[in-house]
């Protein structure tokens, strides 16, 4: 057997971390060393969630106990703002994955306008590279710190960016309708997520200024090779977990709505965990949903010049955790679906 890696799980409490938790418990490559958490530091993890009752793993302990000398590689899954504070004491020698949005954003300007204040960590968001694996992954092999995006931007910029890249739809007509599951709000109790505000309904929310748009928008510029603006309205959906992307693109001239299926087949052929369904077919949350694949397809536009894409993922994987642990698979140099192999748990 080859030998392991010890990983740390910072936010081993909150969703992304128990994602994290159930996902690596089964990785052949690697030891759970350390959880951590800030108000259940105490607990054990099968207190925090009953799911893990019987499996050997370490005790919930304060960040500020984790013995770094133990540690080759740390999951950070804490809010974001507090991500930026914590990692700053992290030593240089460890390999990190960052599921917040805190290193996401290149630009330290964008990140104080979106965010509100300056960034506390400049030289870490200098050094950390934005890793959606299928687009990014000669870059993820070589970082230390890698900036895994977010589950809307994801699901949004997955389909979208090999269209802006060959040139095949107009890059100021992008507009982007997605719903998410509950579970991306996290699971420290909020008013808006009582079972009473998000049940027997769903709502826009974030509309017109959602700060993902930044991470959309840097995606895509850098796609265009020129600055991109996107509508993006983000939908709470009463579900557990998945997003549904419904984009909808206007076509370069000369273009159909075919090419477009055709360049994303072609583009993501080959890749285990991103499948292009057959032309027209409309992709459903609830098949890929505790997996890490993504599915997605287009359709026809009753609009002349015009095309719908569409997409979903479980945010929870492919949206954050298992992304997470992809990217760690391609610093590690292992190979990409260890640990990954889950398929969608249907019905
Ligand atoms: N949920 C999702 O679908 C996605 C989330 N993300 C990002 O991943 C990160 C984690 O999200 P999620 O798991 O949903 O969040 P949760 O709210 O579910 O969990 C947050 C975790 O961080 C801990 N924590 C909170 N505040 C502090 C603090 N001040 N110091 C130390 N630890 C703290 C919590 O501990 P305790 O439980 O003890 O309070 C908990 O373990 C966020 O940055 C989020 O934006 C990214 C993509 C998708
Ligand atoms: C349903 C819900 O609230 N979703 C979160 C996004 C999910 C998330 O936390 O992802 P990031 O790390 O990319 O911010 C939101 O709209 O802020």
Request: aromatic share 8%; with cysteine; charged share 20%.
């Amino acid at each position: 057997m080859s030998e392991k890696i010890a990983v740390a799980i910072l936010g081993a409490s909150g969703y992304t971390g128990a994602e994290l938790v159930r996902m690596l418990a089964l990785h052949p490559r690697v030891r759970i060393a350390a959880l951590t958490a800030d108000r259940k530091a105490g607990s054990t993890m099968a207190e925090a969630f009953p799911q893990f009752t019987g499996l050997d793993l370490p005790r919930l302990i304060a960040i500020g106990e984790v013995d770094w000398a133990s540690i080759d590689l740390v999951f950070c899954a804490l809010p974001h703002a507090t991500t930026q504070e914590v990692l700053k004491a992290v030593p240089a020698s460890i390999k990190i994955v960052d599921l917040s949005a805190d290193f996401r954003l290149s630009d330290p300007e964008a990140y104080a306008y979106w965010y509100g204040h300056p960034h506390k960590a400049l030289e870490l968001q200098a050094e950390a590279v934005y890793g959606i694996t299928e687009l990014d992954r000669a870059a993820v092999a070589k970082a230390r710190l890698v900036a895994n995006p977010g589950c809307y931007t994801t699901c949004g910029q997955l389909p979208v960016i090999p269209l802006l890249e060959a040139g095949a739809i107009d890059p100021d007509q992008i507009v982007i309708d997605a719903k998410s599951g509950v579970s991306g709000a996290g699971r420290a109790a909020k008013e808006a997520n009582l079972f009473t505000e998000v049940s027997e309904g769903f709502h826009a929310y974030g509309v017109g200024h959602h700060r993902h748009m930044a991470e959309l928008e840097q995606g895509f510029s850098k796609a265009a090779g020129r600055p991109v603006r996107a509508a993006f309205t983000p939908h709470l959906v009463p579900m557990n977990r998945g997003i549904l992307s419904t984009i909808y693109v206007k076509l370069q001239p000369g273009r159909t709505a075919e090419d477009l299926h055709a360049i994303l087949a072609e583009r993501y052929q080959g890749e285990h965990f991103v499948k292009v369904l057959p032309f027209g077919t409309s992709p459903q949350t609830r098949h890929v949903r505790g997996s890490n694949f993504v599915f997605m397809s287009v359709a026809a536009d009753r609009r002349p010049g015009h095309a719908i894409l569409l997409c979903v993922l479980d945010n929870l994987v492919k949206g954050a955790s298992g992304q997470a642990i992809q990217n760690m698979n391609v610093m590690m140099g292992w190979p990409e679906t260890t640990g990954l192999e889950q398929i969608g748990l249907f019905p």
